[in-house]
């Protein structure tokens, strides 16, 4: 293997319908109009000399470096801002260039260290490369003069250094941080010799900069340079894989010095990241390889038990002996299993088939329970499938952008980057959050429309945008008749003009102006391609469901779906929950969506597996606790997955984990989980394994191992090596024959395998005769289900309702340098900026129990109580107070409740009735929590088996 070169055109491509053809050096060169003569020459296999170039930001113009001559013109124009004109006779080399470029060069290098041999760069360093292609071989110009030699160093960002030094004023890494991620941290200060970069009034560290990576991918020489390069030195080799963080599946290059990842570098030809990357897929990789990972397999008989530490023979066999033994006494029904969200396609595929062929039952899970069931139900109710309508690149053609109940920047921050972008361009923007969230104002990014809703009335607030189309005869009445269910939408819209659905009427519940909510449904209704992408905010309520196919009746009503630019988009929260809902993690679906009631789809199954199958939907998560703690569940395999800390209602949780007598967690760490389990089996990293991840856009992108698994086993090997202890074989010798039968059995992947993505670099399913590449947009033309059927979204409110003793409401959400309940990124740099939860509480309420900015406070609701540091912060309205749950030691499902959506059983955590006082102690689960660390600890040394 060797290092991954990616070809760097100096200049974005055009998009044109026009063609142009020139000479460049003689040789004929055809490209689209609007095309730079750098781009055409490097295209044509003609290198240009280039500093400040590079090909995903617009030209600069400033090094002049990449002088030609262009016949008929005079002077010597920069290649990079000059396009390709029909005719043109264009020359890269001449004596005369060459003299100019050598002056140029000459005058960066006489204020530049000349350390080559031991900079962190050599070997990888444009500013090197390009003396030598000038052919510069000698510096008239001393160091006796004024120069930059003694400027400082910036260490201040764990992952980077900045190295003043060596900085040529290039101004790529300010044009990345404005063009490509959006920000504008970086400047450039002073004019002439006293040009410099800054990052804000003291360092990188304390400036807006939010550590996405891509100044110092963007700068040519070592003045941006990760540390882990400066480190262990340049890489030799490289593996383009998946990140396993969000759901917006960016490519990454892992690049290696032999079996040992130096670092993460964002992969250009990547279809969802384009080369873009965020702070946890750029740097915050060394999870993988943290003291705190479990190497060996342990098991124990009693959770009072010390652990033991064994071979994987005796613990798979330990754990199938345990199952045998529970279905034996307590019948088949009393054991199921959890598959994950981080976990490949393959592998949750293999956990839901252990459940249902080897266990016998359907009583499979998965955390899309606990966050987009909604979604699927919804969007399967209205449209007919149960995901996303859009590629992110559709968003180029998006002229108005509605963000409902999602924060991007935080959660989905390369694609927030893409959207910034065409905001930028002029799109128009509508937010529907109950918290001011950075889209509503930050650089160069404004809302047109804030309505800032209180939790719980998102059915009103889309039911309002939706009565002000209909009454003021905005619909795209021709695209319904067409496209639509007529009589569905002649009762929807009975419904849905009635009084109560109107601004005014909605008012007193949302507590949105009703003027607002008229100005934004115009908006929507009638300014171009309109767009939603939503999040947890809409999913995680009592009515998750109804909001979905709100917003899905939103888009039918003014034609937008089924085209570029439009669409009802989730952004998914982990790296692969539509891939775990793709593969039949739920008890009442086999992968694809088919109901196991199906006799059809369930015979398919029953031929392919050979054995019969259960027609009857399984239990969900809570249903399995529930039974647990009623004496009739008694055995769980959860793969990946930390319950107690990332399910609502600790409390509960603990009960019925606490009454199963065998607890399979698989995992990377011991987890909160594990401290109930009886056996522990180490998983793998996503750099540990093959297989493949599918994004929120319904793209199916390749993981590739990039390491050896720290355990001796992938964890589609643990189940393979579990299945067959129970006594049922699974004969797969890689994890590419498990995409082949699933690609067999699931019609929506009929035509993917590992050798199409391999070819295509990633395929968006449905993939299959019709669409032998993939679906990039959904329903064009049609919808899945035939005619698109309008639902009527009646408003109910919550039954979590505030009181006297619980007058406030709580609401969750994630930052942007956390992921999830923190088990990788707490392990890593990124505690640097969010070490803690804190709660955002607004100044009238935090003044009113006489609480001050920093004060330990008691979150208390009728389920639990935890503690946390007060943040006073008008981002949130009154009576509304805020957290993130990504640490541990916080436990913010300790105060959620049990409420949840009356469709899927999706958790009610973003309405949570609760209290905030002044704290005098750490609460009970702090405690319990901080022991189990201590506990943890001792195992991990060794002293717990002494």
């Known amino acids: 293997m060797a290092l991954i070169q990616e070809t760097d055109y100096g200049t974005p491509a055009r998009i044109a319908e026009t063609l142009v053809t020139l000479e460049i050096d003689g040789k004929p060169v055809t490209v689209t109009r609007g095309t730079s003569v750098m781009r055409a020459a490097i295209e044509a296999g003609v290198q240009v000399p280039k500093l400040c170039a590079t090909d995903n930001m617009e030209p600069f113009g400033s090094c002049r470096l990449c002088l030609v001559e262009i016949e008929g013109r005079r002077g010597t124009p920069a290649s990079c801002t000059t396009p390709a004109e029909p005719g043109m006779k264009v020359h890269t080399q001449s004596p005369k260039l060459a003299k100019l470029r050598r002056g140029v060069m000459e005058l960066y290098i006489s204020d530049h260290p000349l350390d080559c041999l031991t900079c962190a760069a050599n070997g990888d360093c444009e500013l090197q490369d390009m003396a030598g292609v000038v052919g510069l071989r000698e510096v ?24 003043a030094s060596k900085c040529i004023v290039c101004s790529r890494c300010v044009r990345a941080c404005e063009e490509v991620q959006g920000t504008f941290a970086l400047t450039i200060h002073g004019r002439g010799f006293d040009s410099k970069v800054a990052s804000g009034p003291t360092n990188f560290l304390d400036s807006e900069c939010v550590s996405c990576g891509a100044c110092v991918q963007a700068c040519p020489t070592a003045t941006l340079m990760d540390k882990t390069v400066i ?44 080369g873009h990357s965020c702070v946890k897929g750029r740097f915050a990789w060394g999870y993988a390889t943290h003291k705190d990972r479990i190497t060996k397999p342990m098991i124990r008989a009693k959770i009072t038990d010390p652990w033991r530490e064994v071979s994987w023979e005796e613990a798979i066999n330990y754990a199938a002996s345990e199952f045998k033994r529970i279905q034996a006494q307590y019948g088949r029904d009393s054991v199921g299993g959890i598959t994950s969200s981080r976990c490949t396609n393959e592998e949750t595929y293999l956990v839901q088939k252990l459940i249902r062929a080897a266990f016998g039952n359907n009583n499979v899970d998965t955390c899309a329970r606990v966050c987009h069931s909604p979604t699927g139900y919804g969007l399967s109710s209205t449209f007919g499938t149960s ?27 390369v694609f927030a980057s893409h959207m910034k972008r065409r905001l930028r361009e002029g799109a128009r923007l509508i937010v529907v959050d109950p918290r001011r969230i950075d889209l509503v104002k930050s650089a160069h990014v404004k809302a047109d429309y804030h309505l800032p809703l209180r939790p719980g009335s998102n059915v009103a607030v889309m039911n309002a945008l939706a009565h002000v189309i209909v009454t003021e005869g905005l619909a795209n009445e021709p695209f319904v008749t067409e496209r639509c269910d007529v009589q569905a939408f002649a009762q929807w819209r009975e419904f849905i003009a009635e009084e109560r659905n109107s601004p005014e009427a909605t008012e007193a519940a949302s507590g949105v102006p009703a003027a607002d909510l008229r100005a934004a449904a115009r908006l929507y209704a009638t300014g171009g391609n309109a767009a939603i992408y939503y999040g947890l905010g809409v999913t995680e309520h009592s009515q998750g469901s109804t909001t979905v196919m709100a917003m899905a009746n939103l888009a039918m009503l003014t034609g937008n779906i089924g085209r570029n630019g439009v669409g009802v988009n989730p952004l998914r929260g982990q790296n692969n929950v539509q891939g775990a809902c793709d593969m039949g993690s739920f008890p009442h679906e086999f992968s694809g969506y088919r109901h196991v009631s199906n006799d059809a789809a369930r015979l398919v199954f029953e031929e392919a597996w050979h054995v019969p199958l259960q027609n009857e939907p399984g239990l969900r998560i809570s249903n399995m606790l529930d039974a647990a703690c009623e004496g009739s ?94 006594g049922y074989p699974m004969p797969y010798k890689h994890p590419s024959e498990i995409m082949d039968e699933i690609a067999r059995l699931t019609p929506t992947f009929t035509g993917v395998s590992f050798d199409k993505i391999d070819e295509l670099g990633s395929i968006q399913w449905p993939c299959n005769a019709k669409a032998p590449e993939g679906t990039p947009v959904m329903h064009i033309g049609g919808f899945v289900r035939g005619k698109g059927r309008f639902m009527i979204t009646q408003f109910v409110p919550t039954d979590e309702r505030t009181t006297g003793k619980f007058p406030l409401i709580l609401t969750t959400g994630r930052i942007l340098t956390q992921y999830n309940v923190g088990a990788q990124t707490a392990r890593t740099e990124n505690n640097v900026w969010h070490a803690e939860d804190v709660l955002e509480i607004h100044p009238f309420d935090a003044e009113n129990r006489g609480i001050r900015e920093g004060d330990r406070v008691s979150l208390t609701s009728r389920a639990g109580a935890t503690t946390l540091h007060a943040r006073i912060s008008e981002r949130m309205q009154p009576g509304v107070v805020y957290t993130t749950f990504h640490h541990g030691f916080t436990g913010a499902n300790v105060v959620t409740t049990e409420f949840e959506d009356w469709a899927t059983g999706c958790p009610e955590y973003k309405v949570t009735a609760v209290e905030v006082t002044l704290a005098k102690k750490m609460s009970e689960w702090q405690e319990h929590y901080l022991e189990t660390r201590r506990q943890n600890t001792q195992i991990l040394t060794g002293a717990a088996g002494d």
């Open 231 to 274: 480190a262990k030195g340049q890489p030799e080799h490289s593996v383009v894989t998946t990140c396993a963080y969000c759901g917006v599946g960016c490519s990454f290059k892992a690049e290696m010095q032999g079996g040992e990842v130096v670092r993460m570098m964002p992969y250009k030809d990547g279809k969802a990241n384009h």
């Open 387 to 413: 995901a996303g309508t859009q590629d992110f690149d559709s968003v180029d053609q998006t002229d108005v952008i509605m963000v409902i109940g999602a924060n991007p920047t935080d959660a989905h921050p």
């Open 140 to 163: 008239r110009y001393g160091y006796e003069g004024k120069n930059h030699l003694k400027a400082g160093k910036d260490e201040s960002n764990p992952y980077f250094t900045f190295e």
């Open 633 to 726: 569940f008694k055995g769980i395999y959860i793969e990946g997955e930390d319950i107690l800390q990332s399910d609502p209602n600790t409390q509960h949780v603990t009960a019925g984990l606490a009454a199963m007598e065998c607890v399979i967690v698989q995992d990377l760490f011991l987890n909160e989980t594990a401290t109930y389990a009886h056996v522990f089996f180490p998983g793998s990293s996503f750099l540990e394994k093959d297989g493949t991840f599918t994004n929120a856009e319904r793209r199916i992108s390749r993981v590739r191992k990039a390491v050896p698994p720290v355990a001796g086993k992938a964890d589609w090997e643990i189940t393979v090596a579990f299945s067959e202890a129970l």
